[in-house]
């Protein structure tokens, strides 16, 4: 399903510490991380490669066609590798090239990226678009390893799980 695709590729945006997918810009790897905010607090190792940063205020990431706005970006790395973030933002936002396509942008109220259990979540005014492809939800899980994607709303909550096919000739 093309959909899965465009999700795998939302979480390229998220994860930029982490190497791209095919469908991605392959030179974003190599870029460097450039994260501006009006604030940082950062505990941990003094030398950055272990805790957890949080960026407040006007969050701006970008590596190379990556890029990500946000409210406040919590992030959290072992060893020097990204195995967590938090974003969250009025929305937090996210775009990245393509390769020979359209690019991908989405946004939601809170983005969850967890390294262990292979997860992305958009949580509250889900939505990832590429073209003319899209889906929107008030909740969008995507499980990387098993390539399986989860949509739906909260009990408690008005509205729907949208998806939107182009015809084939159209993609």
């Given at each position: 399903?093309?959909?899965?695709?465009?999700?795998?590729?939302?979480?390229?945006?998220?994860?930029?510490?982490?190497?791209?997918?095919?469908?991605?810009?392959?030179s974003?790897?190599?870029?460097?991380?450039?994260?501006?905010?009006?604030?940082?607090d950062?505990?941990?190792?003094?030398?950055?490669?272990?805790?957890?940063?949080?960026?407040?205020?006007?969050?701006?990431?970008?590596?190379?066609?990556?890029?990500?706005?946000?409210?406040?970006?919590?992030?959290?790395?072992?060893?020097?590798?990204?195995?967590k973030?938090?974003?969250?933002g009025?929305?937090?936002?996210?775009?990245?090239?393509?390769?020979?396509?359209?690019?991908?942008?989405?946004?939601?109220?809170?983005?969850?990226?967890?390294?262990?259990?292979n997860?992305?979540?958009?949580?509250?005014?889900?939505k990832?678009?590429q073209?003319?492809?899209m889906?929107t939800?008030?909740?969008?899980?995507?499980?990387?390893?098993?390539?399986?994607?989860?949509?739906?709303?909260k009990?408690?909550?008005?509205?729907?799980?949208?998806?939107v096919?182009?015809p084939?000739?159209?993609?």
């Open positions: 399903m093309y959909i899965k695709k465009i999700l795998a590729a939302a979480l390229c945006v998220l994860a930029c510490a982490l190497p791209p997918a095919a469908w991605a810009l392959k974003d790897a190599q870029q460097p991380i450039n994260i501006a905010s009006d604030r940082l950062h505990t941990g190792g003094a030398n950055g490669s272990n805790g957890t940063s949080v960026y407040t205020g006007h969050v701006v990431i970008t590596q190379g066609s990556i890029r990500i706005t946000a409210d406040q970006a919590t992030l959290t790395l072992t060893n020097g590798k990204l195995t973030a938090l974003i969250v009025s929305p937090a936002t996210f775009y990245q090239a393509k390769e020979n396509d359209k690019p991908i942008r989405g946004h939601a109220r809170e983005i969850h990226y967890n390294t262990d259990a997860t992305i979540e958009l949580i509250e005014q889900a990832v678009h073209g003319d492809e889906i939800a008030n909740y969008i899980r995507y499980n990387i390893k098993d390539e399986k994607v989860i949509a739906h709303r009990k408690q909550e008005k509205g729907r799980v949208h998806i096919i182009p084939s000739g159209k993609q």
